[in-house]
């Protein structure tokens, strides 16, 4: 009896579901000590900067990689079975990164761009430097004298939130949240075109679209959609030009790629990107450049379908990812992040970010990812 059931849930899952469920983190409970996380079989996961290794020293390729070498500044490798799928290791410096990781953690989420907090909180300013200085943001029923930089109110938050320094003793009674934990839950904020996420109120019950580890919908919500209504500054110049230049290997001669949105997402240890497709773009032809920055992460490239079963390959901090064409209709997904010294590969971005200004950033990066995914939205 306990076979079959064991049965159906197995043939419930879909590849897609498998892969996912290999490469997420999980925790050995055995153990007594520390918790350990489980030990997991890499051996098929691609490693494109390994590959390329390989082919500097002997000028070989596995079957179905391509490396075209003509098209870009450095190598970009394609796969024979996923057209329109590029993979650039290495194609950000070591300065660019360290910018992208500061710029990630200050800039971008500063209104009037959006994160995941303005669901419950509304737009918050300055949460980096908050949680450098240890304050704590307080829901304002009660005058604070110490309150700092206000937090407005809209969509649908009818209550102010400021940050206060931490330990004031009239902060007691009420509800409050230290910005260090906002800053460590900070999910994803969006660049240039805003999304319209209010459509995910119900009543006066805010449902949080969290598109990490809790997975996203198969297919995204058709009725979530780019609002041009909703303020907005242009993505940030040098981002837009470095993108431009990098979805080049995946655009006919002659056509440019106009960022106009992205998504910067923030993961930390156990966080994971449910597998989905980016369909809320008009014009699929032109790419998403995803760029990868700090801890070592898994990827998984799917097929049109959830049963195609995906290919894993490692992303790491500098590497890029182009989807243009055939490659935006594949399911694809993050199922875990590398935390630990062995994996996390940053020693490039340990060494750059050792001055004593920049401790927070290394900080943060030392036990994080970030991803930040351009698109043309029109
Ligand atoms: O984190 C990544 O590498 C992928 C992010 C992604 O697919 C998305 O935000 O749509
Ligand atoms: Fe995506």
């Not at 509304?122 to 949680?131: H, K, M, V």
């Not at 989905?276 to 450049?289: Q, T, Y």
């Not at 992303?315 to 993050?334: I, N, P, T, Y």
């Amino acid at each position: 009896m306990y076979g079959s059931e064991k049965l159906t849930d197995e043939s419930e899952r879909t590849a897609f579901r498998k892969a996912e469920k290999k490469y997420k983190l999980y925790f050995d409970n055995a153990s007594k000590k520390k918790k350990q996380p489980k030990p997991v079989d890499l051996s098929e996961v691609l490693d494109f900067r390994a590959i390329l290794d390989c082919h500097m020293r002997d000028g070989e390729l596995p079957p179905a990689v391509t490396l075209l070498e003509e098209k870009f500044s450095c190598p970009v490798f394609s796969l024979e079975n996923r057209p329109d799928f590029y993979f650039i290791p290495g194609a950000l410096s070591v300065e660019e990164q360290c910018r992208l990781i500061k710029e990630s953690l200050t800039d971008f989420p500063q209104p009037p761009n959006r994160t995941n907090h303005n669901a419950i909180y509304g737009p918050i300013q300055d949460l980096f430097i908050a949680a450098k200085e240890g304050k704590v943001l307080v829901e304002n029923n009660a005058t604070i004298s110490s309150s700092e930089s206000k937090s407005d109110v809209s969509n649908g938050v009818d209550k102010e939130w400021k940050f206060s320094l931490d330990n004031v003793e009239s902060l007691r009674h009420c509800r409050s949240i230290s910005s260090s934990t906002l800053l460590r839950k900070l999910r994803w904020s969006t660049l240039g075109l805003q999304f319209d996420w209010s459509k995910f109120f119900i009543g006066r019950t805010p449902r949080i679209p969290e598109r990490l580890s809790l997975g996203i919908p198969a297919q995204r919500n058709s009725q979530r959609n780019y609002d041009v209504s909703l303020p907005h500054n242009k993505i940030p110049i040098a981002l837009c030009e470095l993108a431009k230049t990098l979805a080049k290997p995946a655009l006919p001669v002659g056509v440019e790629f106009q960022p106009e949105g992205a998504i910067v997402n923030y993961f930390g240890l156990g966080d994971t990107l449910g597998g989905h497709l980016d369909d809320m773009e008009a014009d699929w032809s032109k790419p998403i450049v995803s760029l990868s920055l700090g801890c070592k992460a898994i990827f998984l490239l799917g097929g049109k379908s959830r049963e195609d079963p995906p290919l894993a390959m490692f992303l790491r901090s500098g590497d890029v990812v182009l989807m243009a064409g055939e490659a935006r209709e594949c399911f694809h997904g993050v199922p875990r992040i590398f935390t630990d010294k062995e994996h996390a590969e940053i020693a490039h971005l340990e060494a750059h970010l050792s001055h004593e200004d920049d401790v927070s950033f290394l900080k943060y990066i030392q036990t994080s990812r970030i991803n930040i995914n351009i698109r043309q939205v029109f």
